[in-house]
C-alpha cells in the first residue's frame, strides 16, 4: 500500500493540474482584481468631486456673505448716494450666481423689513427736492 492507501498498481504519482485550468484561474483572479480596482479608483474619485463641490460651494456663500455686508453699510448709510449706491448693488447681488436659495430668503426678507422703506423715503426725498426746485424757478403771478 502506498502513501495515498492505494494499491501500487493504482497509484499514479502526484496528482497534476491541467496547466490550462491553472492559466484560467489566475487569468480569472487577475481580472477580478483589477476589476475591484478600478471600482475602488472610481468611487475614490467622485467622493473626491463631492468634496470639491462642496468647499467650493462654501467658498462660494462666504464670498457672498462678504459682499452682502459691505453693501449693507452702504444701504443704511445716511448719505442718500450711498444708499443707491447701495440699493443698486443688493440687486445685482440678489442676481448674483453666488446667492443661493438660502441668500435669496434672507434678501426678501431685507426687502420687506429694510429696503422698502429705504427706498420710499429716497422716493419721499428725492419728490421733495424735485418740487423745491420746481418752485425756486418760478416768479410768483
Known amino acids: 500500500m502506498t502513501a495515498a492507501g492505494l ?5 499514479r ?6 496547466p490550462w485550468l491553472q492559466l484560467g484561474a489566475t487569468l480569472f483572479v487577475g481580472m477580478l482584481t483589477a476589476g475591484g480596482a478600478l471600482v475602488g479608483v472610481r468611487r475614490n474619485g467622485q467622493v473626491g468631486d463631492r468634496a470639491t463641490e462642496q468647499r467650493e460651494a462654501q ?3 462666504e464670498e457672498w ?10 444701504v443704511v448709510d445716511e448719505s442718500p448716494r450711498k444708499r443707491v449706491a447701495g440699493l443698486e448693488l443688493m440687486t445685482a447681488l440678489a442676481d448674483s450666481e453666488l446667492a443661493g436659495p438660502d441668500e435669496r430668503c434672507l434678501l426678501e426678507a431685507l426687502t420687506d423689513r429694510v429696503l422698502n422703506p429705504l427706498i ?8 421733495g427736492g424735485n418740487a423745491a426746485k420746481g418752485n425756486k424757478g418760478e416768479q410768483p403771478a
Open 120 to 127: 420710499r423715503e429716497l422716493d419721499a426725498l428725492d419728490a
Open 7 to 11: 494499491p501500487p498498481s493504482q497509484d
Open 59 to 61: 467658498g462660494r456663500r
Open 13 to 18: 504519482g502526484p496528482m497534476r493540474m491541467n
Open 65 to 74: 456673505s462678504k459682499r452682502f455686508y459691505e453693501v449693507l453699510a452702504y
